[in-house]
């Protein structure tokens, strides 16, 4: 029985820009009706003109797909609330980072009393924007997003009408937090319903399967499976691919990021299954619960995959994909 999906939608994705832009784009907008796009370019994304410009790049990088990018701001606690109405019809929410905590991150926030925060956060409150974030503090890697939940909820108590999306969640300290404030949500990737860290590092090191947050406790997987595969309504997929060519991955200092967009539909279908998930949650996962939070109404696009083995590819020109070169069960028949 072929399994279809309505509009998927990868609510975190990096899409970078230039030669790599080319690459990557059209394998997210060949199987996705859209995607949230992260603004951690050098420089980032600050400005109408901009976000303006990023997006003509993408549309022209993903030649005839039919596929939507949903922009996003990088978060300076300088906006004003003027700045924000006049962006908002062009973003689909603002993307917060802790100064230097991830890839490209350097011009992130450096603290997070609330009243430095306020004028921002207030406008977009009530102009609802949605604010994304990477809840990590700089603490032990391990700990970094536990210790950030305490964050999260000030911040949900303080702006009770600010929709906050925690992305791409790794503890069951977070999946606990959702069901604690009605303003929080969350993101959650293939790779982190997949691994732990003794994928990453409890055998031979593998660089593919580095990246920030780091995969966390087998207990802790487990809590994010229980939500995504009982498609929770405050989550929703969000790939958080984030390609960087082999030589950055296959090095001393390597580079923080799985790649997954080109396999992750087919990896979730089987993923779902193994679990004896139905298929209507993964298509609430993958899509509806997103365009509930987010008010979408994404491009029609229908993805039917087939049972029928599929090798991941070694090398998608230049980036290596997660779980390369392993045989998948489903494969993409077709996209209408
Ligand atoms: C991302 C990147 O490479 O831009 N890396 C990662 O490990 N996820 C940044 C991020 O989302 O943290
Ligand atoms: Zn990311």
Redesign the pocket.
Known sequence: MPTTLHSPLDM?L?LRDGEMLKRVAPLSAYTFSGALV?P?LVPPVTSKEEILEYRSRIIKAIGNENFVPYMTLFFQPTYTREFLESVQDEITAIKL?PAG?????EGGVSGFEIGALRPTLEAMSELGIPLCI?GETNGFVMDREAEFVPIYESLALHFPKLKIIM??ITTKESVAALDRFENLYATITLHHLMITLDDVAGGMLQPHL????IAKRPEDREALLRVALAAHPKVMFGS?S?P?PREAKECPGC????FTAPIALQMLVELFESNGAPIENLQKFISDNARKIYQLTPVKKEVVLQKSPFVVPEIYDGVVPFHAKTTLQYTIHTVI
């Not at 905590?101 to 991150?105: A, C, E, K, L, V």
């Open positions: 975190h990096h992260m951690n980072y905590i991830t890839t490209n991150s990477h992305e791409h580095f990246c920030k947050p958080d984030a960087h580079a923080a990021g799985v």
